[in-house]
């Protein structure tokens, strides 16, 4: 028997249609699987704030006092680790150590602030930690207002309302903007999720 008249190779036919079924299921899934790793970053940053609030309430629990950094403004959470060292191992980080926080020295940080509430300095704090997917956030970056307007003389009870909605507009990173607590963003940086105790 002559097997050499058995074998059958591919045609190119053959292989080309292949690497097409290929490439359209790797199209499907690669976004797909870039979305599970996104969701999984936003749900470790959502455990990683609520971590950090409860060893902040802890300690003013025992001080009767918010940890007070020197700066009024945003600050990172490790400026404060010498108020949380005692309720928490350490603080944690980003999980892509990719912040997104301009303002702060270290950009894996979760940024942190005192704020009022009820007209009274010092007695709220807010936690931030940006956000990959929408679904996840409850704020996004809006440089007139809103997030970054929270200083030491804001009052708490004039901001506490969240996005209702949240649209992406377009790719270019443009001012994010707000219309009736309707929020409209153009870069996935802008978003941000926020704790308010």
């Known amino acids: 028997m002559n097997f050499r008249k058995k074998l059958r190779w591919f045609t190119l036919v053959e292989m ?3 690497i097409v079924i290929i490439w359209v299921l790797a199209a499907a899934l690669i976004p797909r699987l870039t979305s599970v790793r996104w969701r999984a970053n936003d749900v470790a940053r959502k455990a990683d704030l609520q971590q950090v609030a409860t060893a902040i309430v802890s300690y003013s629990m025992d001080k ?35 912040g997104d926080f301009t ?6 940080d979760y940024a942190y602030i005192l704020t009022k509430k009820w007209w009274t300095a010092n007695a709220w704090f807010v936690l931030m930690a940006k956000a990959e997917t929408e679904w996840w956030a409850n704020r ?11 200083v030491d003389t804001t009052d708490i009870q004039t ?3 969240p996005c209702k909605s949240m649209t992406k507009t377009g790719t270019v990173a443009t001012a994010a903007y707000m219309t009736n607590w309707d929020c409209f963003y153009s870069n996935i940086n802008q978003l941000r999720y926020i704790i308010a105790r």
């Open 16 to 18: 080309l249609i292949v």
């Open 103 to 108: 303002e702060l020295n270290s950009a894996w």
């Open 140 to 150: 996004l970056y809006y440089s007139t207002g809103d997030i970054w307007k929270i």
């Open 159 to 161: 901001w506490v309302t």
């Open 64 to 98: 009767s006092v918010y940890p007070t950094p020197s700066n009024t403004w945003w600050v990172a959470i490790s400026t404060i680790s010498w108020a949380l060292q005692n309720y928490m191992t350490t603080p944690p980080s980003d999980p892509t150590m990719d």
